[in-house]
């Protein structure tokens, strides 16, 4: 009975052991499989997207806000005759360069020339009834000494010497408006500038202060306007005040850029000179004006551009490029890098362009590196493969 129970238990003992050697080989082949599949997994795996990162630009700025304005001549006269005539002559060039004082138009001098004849000759018949007068009421004086005239006559001697002299002052008035108007049969230039075509030719009848003959605009220097939103003036305002001991806006002198309209740079200087006194109610801002030099003449009046006022203090200022900014609905967000690829988008406030660079008002620092070239290819949550490069100071 024995043996025939130890021939079992072996029996038994060899077919656990083969049981166990297969689970084995099973987890074992199972492990493998496992294995490989990852390595495969890890081979098929794509590596990080290169793009290039860099750090922002800092230096010191000052923040220039942008206004749209037109150009106005600081002078522009309407030239119209002040006496009737025909026109007999015109002296200058259409769209010229005029000096102040140079001749511009004639009218026909010659019913003028009459007038002032005919008013020196009342001059001279007025003093010589004047003389008379005198003469007759010093008669008159010497009569009454002697009692030879009556007070009645020596009265009406002088109500006719001061008639007489009050006639001739009369005729020497109105001798000085006949000289006038012949010198108004000459037009000239009132102001230096451009003068415009002649409006009316030789030959025609002109009439006095209602005929338009041509225009003239100053040049040089120009006048540049312009309006700034009440929430924008209310800021210059406080930041003047703020630097300037409290001094009225309207006291200071801010310097501005201009830019026009086919330059890509500012490249004209100029100077504040004028603020209104109140804001427009139906838009809600302010009228400004800036005095402006024009030496080469390249600015004509009724010219667009774009003036560009300080906005703030010199600061150090983070900037970096607009081709490195995303729009997420109304934010605006950069992709910040770390040290491992990592990638982490990151919410700004941008500012204004200079040189050629963006401002970030907040949301990012001068150490932090961000994608500046590939944002495309950047996944949120995952890596990146960074290529390091240094902005230039402007572009």
């Known amino acids: 009975m024995r043996p025939r129970f130890l021939h079992f238990a072996h029996r038994v003992s060899s077919r656990q052991a083969l049981v166990s050697a297969f689970i084995a080989l099973t987890l074992l082949a199972v492990g493998l499989s496992a294995c490989d599949d990852q390595r495969k997994k890890q081979a098929a795996a794509p590596a990080p997207p290169p793009v290039t990162v860099a750090k922002p630009v800092v230096k010191d700025i000052v923040e220039w806000d942008e206004f749209t304005g037109r150009f106005d001549a600081v002078a522009a ?102 000289r006038l108007d012949l010198s108004f049969t000459e037009i000239k230039a009132p102001i230096s500038g451009r003068i415009s075509r002649k409006l009316v030719t030789e030959g025609n009848l002109v009439s006095a202060n209602s005929t338009l003959l041509t225009t003239i605009v100053a040049v040089d220097p120009m006048h540049f306007y312009f309006d700034v939103d009440e929430r924008s003036f209310m800021a210059y305002l406080r930041m003047a005040r703020e630097a300037n001991g409290n001094k009225s806006d309207r006291e200071l002198r801010h310097d501005v850029q201009i830019q026009l309209p086919d330059e890509r740079r500012p490249r004209l200087k100029g100077r504040l000179d004028f603020v209104d006194n109140r804001i427009d109610a139906a838009t809600g801002t302010m009228r400004v004006r800036a005095i402006v030099a024009n030496d080469d003449l390249l600015i004509v009046p009724g010219l667009f551009g774009r003036v560009l006022i300080p906005g703030s203090p010199l600061y150090k200022g983070v900037l970096i490029p607009d081709e490195a900014i995303v729009t997420d609905q109304d934010r605006r967000m950069v992709y910040v890098v770390a040290a491992d690829g990592a990638v982490a988008p990151r919410v700004i406030r941008p500012g204004p362009r200079i040189d050629g660079y963006r401002v970030v008002r907040q949301g990012l620092t001068a150490e932090e590196t961000i994608v500046v070239n590939g944002v495309q290819r950047v996944r949120l949550g995952g890596k990146v493969t960074p290529q390091l490069a240094e902005l230039p100071p402007s572009r």
């Open 77 to 178: 006269v309407e030239i119209r005759a002040r006496v009737s005539g025909y026109l007999a002559a015109v002296h200058f060039t259409d769209g010229a360069l005029v000096k102040e004082g140079a001749p511009l138009f004639v009218i026909d001098r010659r019913p003028y020339q009459a007038i002032l004849a005919q008013a020196e000759a009342n001059i001279t018949s007025a003093r010589t009834s004047v003389e008379l007068a005198r003469q007759e009421l010093d008669r008159a004086e010497r009569l009454m000494r002697t009692g030879n005239t009556t007070e009645q006559v020596l009265d009406t001697r002088r109500q006719q010497s001061a008639a007489a002299v009050a006639h001739l002052a009369a005729a020497q008035a109105a001798a000085d408006q006949a």
